[in-house]
Structures are given as C-alpha cells and as structure tokens.
C-alpha cells in the first residue's frame, strides 16, 4: 500500500529552523494535494499546510509566514520548511494527501524548547 516515511524531527530551541521531508512510496503522488498535518500532545491531529502546487498552498494561521510547504514530484517528496519555531509548534508531525487517502506513516518528532 502507498505510504509515506517522515523524517527530520529534532529537539531544538526557540527561534531554531528545521526542515522536514516526507518520501511517498507509491505512483500516485502528483496526482493530488499533499499535505502536513501536526498531533501535539493530548490533542487530536490537525492539518497545518497544504499544496496543490508550489505556487497554490494554504497555512494554518498558527504557523502562516513561518512554515513553508514544499513539494518535489519528480522525488515524490514532500518537504516543510519551519522557522522561527515556537514552544507550541511541539509534536509529532505527518504528511498525507489533502483527502488522507493513505495509510498514515509513523511521523517524526519536533520538540521545541523554551
């Protein structure tokens, strides 16, 4: 079944960057909307970044102008760029089409410290 491998999670501090990649393993990538979605701690999972294409995306407002979605069909890869990362912005982060049509992946952690 197509699926997706995150990976790029750390622990860092305040005000650090990180980027995070996303590998899908199937042909069927290009075809739709891709996104980021991020679980916190104790709280259900939410979406946080979407592309249609690299010039049509969407952002939550709790990270638009800070978080920047990328994607790379060619690679099958979908990439987030984070900056000026907040306290808040802790928790395990995935990637799936915009409709969640796949199999959820195990995601990668980002930490955040104060």
């Known amino acids: 079944q197509e699926h997706f491998v995150e990976s790029g999670g750390a622990l860092v501090h305040a005000g650090q960057s990180l980027r995070l990649s996303c590998v899908h393993s199937?042909?069927?990538?290009?075809?739709?909307?891709q996104a980021w979605y991020r679980q916190a701690p104790g709280k259900q999972r939410e979406l946080i970044a979407a592309v249609i294409s690299n010039t049509a995306t969407d952002y939550d407002a709790s990270v638009k102008g800070r978080f920047t979605i990328i994607r790379d069909d060619g690679h099958n890869t979908l990439y987030l760029l984070m900056n000026d990362l907040k306290p808040e912005d802790t928790g395990v982060y995935y990637c799936?089409?915009?409709?969640?049509?796949?199999?959820w992946g195990q995601g990668t952690q980002v930490t955040v410290s104060s």
């Open positions: 199937g042909s069927t990538f290009s075809r739709y909307s």
């Open positions: 799936n089409s915009l409709s969640q049509m796949y199999n």
